[in-house]
């Protein structure tokens, strides 16, 4: 049995065509993404998660990630950490208002 998204009559393939000019396919909060080099910063990832919201003293950010197959598995980043990017590689990036 095959689950799709409202208006969609089939998924899209796992890896985007973007990603053939030496980008890394990676998934952010559910959606496919190209990305240039091969390291991405927690700060990187929230930008793309969240465009225009800057990471201040009022929000709390996490930035989790699944699928790596070099050294880590599963893991949180925190600030300033670097990761090395790797195809299919997911991150969940969360960003709350701390009131």
């Not at 396919?25 to 091969?38: D, E, K, P």
């Amino acid at each position: 049995m095959s689950m799709f998204l409202v208006g969609e009559t089939r998924r899209p393939s796992h890896q985007p065509q973007a990603a053939i000019n030496g980008r890394t396919s990676v998934v952010i909060n559910g959606r496919w993404h190209a990305l240039r080099g091969r390291s991405a910063s927690f700060e990187q990832l929230h930008d793309i998660a969240f465009p225009g919201r800057s990471l201040s003293t009022s929000y709390n950010a996490t930035v989790a990630f699944r699928n790596g197959s070099t050294g880590i598995a599963t893991g949180i980043m925190t600030p300033g950490e670097v990761i090395m990017l790797e195809e299919g590689l997911a991150f969940t990036v969360s960003s709350t208002n701390a009131s």
